[in-house]
């Protein structure tokens, strides 16, 4: 738990928002209560899962195709600035060079969108590949980085590893030992220190709690994000359904994965508004849950 003292100084850091931002911006809305205009858009998406092979349980694979060209219709006609997909874009066979042609032909669809993409690397996607052909065959271009849009900062985190360090690929992944190495830690603690704006976290496998699904270090990468003062929210997937967890003032919203269940209802997305003063809507496509953060709140 943190103490006052660093809740307070997070606090005051984003309750000084317009300062950070640059000030109000004309007819433009400061809080997502208001219902008025966001500073910024963006998209997510999350579990795509695509694979040329039959259903297993819940998950139907093929259907990805076009559940997934259906979610960036519905997020392209928001006008995101991006639209970032949080992992497991394929499912794994034994075969490399299938595993190829899934990622091929669904990142045929995913580079159909006008605006940038981002992608987080899930525990299927470099399975049977290596974290190198997958970046190879898409249009990822790191397992973990930063960037700006707007005045915010945005952060991909990479927790395909061992518990050993050994990262993921090549039939060697154990999907329940999911870890942050600690060289992305201290890249994770120097990247929050050397900016000023706000920040959004994308991660795969979930950050706010323990288990299966829950990267085995959590604790230690939320007590980062809560110390630098500047994370709004951490939008994760992994799990596949609607969740969602307040911890030490960061909202952690796990997403409804786009493979499950069979037809054209059965799929989400989320388009995310940020406004100035760090309060985030989340408007949900279909299975996907709407949600309402409000700001920061001064400390007592």
Not at 28 to 43: C, E, K, N, Y
Not at 75 to 91: C, N
């Amino acid at each position: 738990m943190l103490s006052r003292s660093v809740l307070s100084r997070r606090r005051a850091l984003l309750r000084g928002g317009a300062l950070l931002l640059g000030g109000p911006i004309a007819g433009q809305s400061l809080s997502a209560a208001d219902g008025g205009s966001p500073v910024l858009r963006f998209g997510a998406v999350t579990d795509v899962h695509y694979a040329d092979k039959e259903a297993r349980g819940t998950r139907h694979y093929r259907e990805s195709t076009g559940k997934l060209g259906a979610a960036l219709r519905y997020l392209e006609s928001r006008q995101p600035r991006f639209v970032v997909e949080l992992g497991d874009l394929i499912d794994r066979t034994e075969s490399v060079e299938d595993e190829i042609s899934f990622l091929r032909r669904i990142e045929e669809v995913y580079s159909s969108v006008s605006c940038d993409r981002h992608y987080v690397f899930g525990n299927h996607c470099i399975d049977t590949l290596t974290k190198d052909e997958f970046l190879e065959n898409s249009g990822a271009v790191a397992p973990h980085y930063s960037f700006d849009e707007g005045p915010f900062h945005f952060v991909v985190l990479d927790s395909c590893y061992r518990s050993d360090g050994t990262p993921y690929g090549r039939n060697n992944a154990d999907w329940k030992d999911c870890n942050i190495p600690g060289e992305q830690i201290d890249w994770l603690t120097a990247d929050l220190k050397q900016t000023s704006r706000p920040t959004i976290v994308f991660a795969h496998q979930r950050l706010d709690g323990e288990g299966a699904h829950f990267v085995n270090n959590a604790a230690e990468v939320r007590h980062v994000l809560a110390e630098s003062g500047k994370v709004l929210a951490v939008l994760q997937g992994h799990s596949h359904k609607n969740e969602y967890h307040e911890v030490d003032g960061i909202h952690f919203c796990t997403l409804v994965a786009v493979v499950e269940g069979s037809g054209t209802e059965q799929n989400g997305a989320s388009l995310v508004s940020l406004y100035e003063d760090g309060s985030i809507r989340i408007e949900g496509f279909l299975r996907q849950q709407d949600h309402e953060f409000a700001a920061p709140t001064p400390a007592a």
